[in-house]
């Protein structure tokens, strides 16, 4: 449905407030273990009641460090449990979480402090716990600095207040009137800044809100339960969650669909990670598939003999299923032969219990995708913008067109300026750019955001 037939002063997404929705699953989710992380070679995980309590207890540091509604608290750390933890504390108490990269220098990271206004800055530890305390020295505004790992030594002199993640919420009771604090918020209320560059330049604040992003995940939803996947999921998360795409589709989504969340420990153990954690959903950018792609070819190249020649012709009579052509009788043999040597194994080395890969950030090779398509693997590709929440369309599960980025998703409307340029509207769009109306004006024009 998109949204110009919604009738006049209603929305697609009525109600909106993120912390609200993940709150609202802890007691049917009780002891059951909501996010996973691998430490010292085993996967530990975090049930949702923990994970509730360490967000009272994470709310309550950072009242105590003086962080008001409406206050932005930049957060910066490899994936990790405690990255939504901090996301979920942020956002109940008001605050308006600041995703930074972990790649960002010194300067990037001053950058987003000074021009946020961050009071306070979480991060994880080693080198990027020193980039982020140098670039805190620098910026006035930031008062406070949480670190996760113990292990961290500040540089000399540093200004802001120290605290440790384990010590801070060791010595701090649930925060006893979060659940007021939540209600108070309201759906057009912006609750996260990401920073993106754009087209170049600076880069701008991008202003969600709890209604922008809960309408990217309703849409989502629904994609979900057209697939038949919306229930006793569980994804393996290998994007920054500082990506606007990860954020919603691999953090918020999961926690309102009450699917598990299993943190990658890096690309370069995607391999081992997917074998290990058997994830049914998993979001990612092209390069990824593309890396899978090149490996699996590697391997295939390496046995050769009639193992190659098994494989290239379940990725050939695959694609031939695909486009629609019939396949002949020793052909159709074949198939079920090939299905059974090669794709359960292919399944296999994706863990086996994988039902969809979601692609998007960039445009997917659909050479790429049809690889992945011929032998069995569910590919959707999705198209959207950090402006946008960031998810605008996406392929619908019954008919996967993989050259293309789908139809809109619901809720969306869409229409194509005379010069070409896609124009959306709906409630997923953001509430502008902080302190840049300039640029706001220009990117939403009579309530469409043109995407340039």
């Not at 490899?78 to 979480?97: Q, T």
Request: net charge negative; proline share 4%; with cysteine.
């Amino acid at each position: 449905m998109t949204q110009e037939r919604w009738p006049e002063g209603t929305h697609y997404v009525e109600t909106a407030n993120l912390p609200q929705a993940f709150f609202a699953n802890v007691d049917v989710g009780g002891e059951r273990n909501l996010l996973f992380e691998k430490r010292d070679g085993n996967w530990h995980g975090h049930s949702w009641r923990a994970v509730a309590v360490d967000v009272r207890r994470l709310a309550a540091v950072l009242v105590k460090c003086g962080v008001e509604p409406g206050e932005r608290v930049l957060v910066s750390a490899e994936n990790r449990p405690e990255w939504a933890i901090a996301d979920l504390a942020v956002m109940s108490i008001g605050a308006i979480v600041v995703p930074a990269y972990t790649t960002n220098t010194e300067d990037d990271h001053h950058y987003i402090m000074d021009h946020s206004g961050a009071s306070v800055a979480i991060t994880s530890g080693g080198m990027l716990a020193s980039r982020i305390a140098l670039a805190a020295n620098r910026a006035l505004s930031l008062h406070s600095l949480i670190v996760m790992d113990d292990s961290f030594t500040a540089p000399d002199g540093l200004r802001p207040k120290l605290q440790f993640w384990g010590a801070a919420l060791a010595g701090a009771a649930p925060l006893e009137d979060l659940d007021a604090r939540i209600t108070a918020q309201q759906p057009d209320d912006v609750c996260c800044f990401i920073y993106t560059s754009g087209t170049g330049g600076r880069p701008k604040g991008v202003m969600l809100t709890h209604r922008s992003i809960q309408a990217n995940i309703k849409a989502a939803m629904e994609l979900l339960t057209e697939g038949n996947v919306l229930e006793n999921q569980r994804f393996l998360s290998l994007l920054p969650l500082s990506h606007s795409y990860e954020h919603t589709a691999g953090m918020h989504l999961p926690f309102q669909i009450m699917a598990e969340v299993w943190y990658c420990e890096s690309t370069d153990q995607i391999a081992n990670n997917l074998i290990e954690v058997s994830p049914t959903l998993m979001t990612a950018v092209p390069r990824l598939y593309e890396v899978l792609h090149d490996r699996i070819m590697r391997g295939v190249r390496a046995k050769g003999g009639m193992s190659e020649k098994l494989f290239m012709a379940a990725v050939r009579l695959g694609s031939k299923r695909l486009a629609g052509r019939h396949l002949l009788p020793h052909e159709f043999v074949l198939n079920l032969v090939v299905d059974r040597l090669v794709r359960t194994k292919v399944r296999a080395r994706l863990g086996g219990q994988l039902q969809y890969f979601i692609s998007g950030g960039a445009a997917l090779n659909p050479e790429i995708g049809n690889f992945f398509m011929a032998l069995g693997i569910n590919l959707l590709q999705g198209y959207g913008q950090t402006e946008a929440s960031p998810l605008i369309s996406a392929n619908r599960p019954g008919q996967i067109k993989i050259e293309t980025v789908g139809p809109v998703v619901a809720g969306v409307d869409l229409r194509i300026a005379d010069d070409g340029e896609i124009l959306v509207r709906g409630n997923l769009l953001m509430k502008g750019y902080w302190r840049d109306d300039a640029a706001t004006m220009a990117a939403i024009r009579n309530g469409w955001l043109h995407t340039g």
